[in-house]
């Protein structure tokens, strides 16, 4: 008599994944993470987001609660992700914050021209006449003359600050 448990040598045998329970402590806690993620995002950015009507109102309590009922919350939330698809969620939060990295770089970018038309005055200028040619060459030129001055004198540095509103308003200008 043969054996009900007995394989033939050509089945292949069903492959067991172990999962520690620490394992599935750590991937509840990420989801739970990105639950707070999209807690401490403002309405108007989390009505973009691909959230099924559940989580979506799962989420705005808990941006409401304060405390232990939050704390608490976050764990509902992190409890609902694992039945969902989380990619879509987790690329527009990555998708977002790599927007405002851009800004920031954009915004570095513009403070480091600035510094440079305070330092070297006129062949900044030309750069940015030539990138910007509806920019008032006079008031930057005076701008710099002026924030130079500042610099010199340790005042504050109301004419930096005025270049640099005037160079995010080109920057925008041009964006558009």
Same mark, same amino acid.
């Given at each position: 008599? @043969?054996?009900?448990?007995?394989?033939?040598?050509?089945?292949?045998?069903?492959?067991?994944?172990?999962?520690?329970?620490?394992?599935?402590?750590?991937?509840?806690?990420?989801?739970?993470?990105? @639950?707070?993620?999209?807690?401490?995002? +403002?309405?108007?950015?989390?009505?973009?987001?691909?959230?099924?009507?559940?989580?979506?109102?799962?989420?705005?309590?808990?941006?409401?609660?304060?405390?232990?009922?939050?704390?608490?919350?976050?764990?509902?939330?992190?409890?609902?992700?694992?039945?969902?698809? $989380?990619?879509?969620?987790?690329?527009?939060?990555?998708?977002?914050? =790599?927007?405002? =990295?851009?800004?920031? $770089?954009?915004?570095?970018?513009?403070?480091?021209?600035?510094? +440079?038309?305070?330092?070297? @005055?006129?062949?900044?200028?030309?750069?940015?006449?030539?990138?910007?040619? =509806?920019?008032?060459?006079?008031?930057?030129?005076?701008?710099?003359?002026?924030?130079?001055?500042?610099?010199?004198?340790?005042?504050?540095?109301?004419?930096?600050?005025? $270049?640099?509103? $005037?160079?995010?308003?080109?920057?925008?200008?041009?964006?558009?």
């Amino acid at each position: 008599m @043969g054996r009900k448990n007995k394989r033939e040598p050509w089945e292949e045998e069903e492959e067991i994944i172990w999962v520690s329970k620490s394992e599935m402590k750590r991937d509840m806690e990420a989801l739970q993470k990105l @639950g707070q993620e999209l807690v401490e995002l +403002r309405p108007s950015v989390l009505a973009k987001f691909p959230l099924d009507d559940d989580l979506r109102t799962a989420v705005t309590d808990a941006q409401r609660f304060e405390k232990e009922a939050r704390r608490r919350q976050f764990q509902l939330i992190g409890k609902m992700m694992r039945t969902r698809d $989380i990619e879509p969620i987790q690329a527009a939060i990555d998708l977002l914050q =790599n927007k405002h =990295n851009q800004q920031t $770089i954009e915004l570095h970018k513009l403070e480091k021209m600035r510094d +440079r038309m305070i330092a070297d @005055g006129d062949d900044v200028i030309n750069e940015v006449m030539d990138a910007h040619p =509806n920019a008032d060459r006079q008031k930057l030129r005076q701008l710099a003359r002026q924030a130079k001055k500042e610099q010199e004198s340790n005042k504050p540095p109301k004419a930096s600050r005025e $270049i640099f509103k $005037i160079l995010r308003a080109l920057k925008a200008e041009a964006d558009k």
